[in-house]
């Protein structure tokens, strides 16, 4: 089933001051099953960003449509906008997030928190994920006393608790170190095993390869894709490697 839809999307800028247009995307065409993984790679300035928030709903495409299950996201009103984010979208980001303020523990229950949702709802669904991600220890901690990768998996957390249609995760690797980041990568593969759908955006091969299919964007457009099948991780990985090689080579 369908769960994600993006058809025909093209994202035009006007510049401020010289009043020139920029064309971020061009005409994007891609769909996400329900329950799956994929990754967006895409090198600076390709338009996997731009992309990324007019999925987010935080930006709106100049012509096309986004569909998360057949809903047109462009038909949200501006006052919905922000609930509709809470209750169907999850999100986790490269710097965390996370309110300095709150424990780790309140960091995880504000969406639901925002929703209104009672404290006896809120503490179930914390405490299978709390056993899930290894928090239990750290739950009355503050984001200041916790490691890098404690911070991204108070984050997951986060997005989790809503039980939300789609997580979207944005160089969610991209503060951690090499080990702490396979930890995370794991992670959010076992969320995918237990039937969470996942759409990742990262420039690093080793995360993508962590996913069931890789988008590769270019200049605006979705100019090739790779699907895992039967490979390991590490197959995937060279899989992806390579083909980023081949692009690359093909450019110059």
């Known amino acids: 089933?369908?769960?994600?839809?993006?058809?025909?999307?093209?994202?035009?800028?006007?510049?401020?001051?010289?009043?020139?247009?920029?064309?971020?995307?061009?005409q994007i065409n891609f769909s996400v099953e329900e329950g799956e993984y994929v990754a967006i790679m895409g090198e600076s300035g390709s338009g996997k960003s731009t992309l990324l928030n007019l999925l987010a709903?935080?930006?709106?495409?100049?012509?096309?449509?986004?569909?998360?299950?057949?809903?047109?996201?462009?038909?949200?009103?501006?006052?919905?906008?922000?609930a509709f984010r809470r209750d169907h979208l999850g999100f986790v980001f490269q710097d965390f997030n996370l309110l300095d303020t709150f424990t780790a523990r309140d960091n995880?229950?504000?969406?639901?928190?925002?929703?209104?949702?009672?404290?006896?709802?809120?503490?179930?669904?914390?405490?299978?994920?709390?056993?899930?991600?290894?928090?239990?220890?750290l739950l009355d901690k503050y984001p200041y006393e916790l490691s890098g990768g404690q911070k991204q998996r108070v984050a997951a957390a986060r997005a989790i608790i809503t039980k939300p249609d789609i997580i979207l995760a944005d160089e969610p690797t991209g503060a951690l170190d090499s080990k702490t980041s396979a930890q995370l990568l794991d992670m959010f593969q076992q969320l995918n095993n237990d039937g969470q759908t996942l759409l990742m955006v990262t420039h690093s091969a080793v995360a993508a390869s962590h996913a069931n299919r890789v988008l590769f964007i270019k200049d605006g457009q979705v100019f090739n894709q790779l699907h895992r099948g039967n490979q390991t991780n590490e197959q995937f990985l060279t899989l992806i490697s390579e083909t980023t090689t081949a692009l690359l080579t093909k450019e110059a």
């Open 1 to 26: 089933m369908k769960l994600l839809e993006v058809k025909n999307v093209k994202k035009i800028y006007q510049t401020r001051f010289s009043g020139n247009q920029v064309e971020a995307l061009k």
């Open 57 to 82: 709903t935080l930006d709106q495409p100049t012509t096309g449509e986004i569909l998360l299950k057949g809903n047109n996201l462009s038909s949200i009103k501006e006052k919905d906008s922000a």
């Open 108 to 137: 995880i229950f504000l969406p639901l928190v925002l929703a209104k949702a009672s404290v006896a709802k809120m503490e179930q669904r914390m405490a299978p994920l709390a056993s899930k991600l290894g928090l239990i220890d």
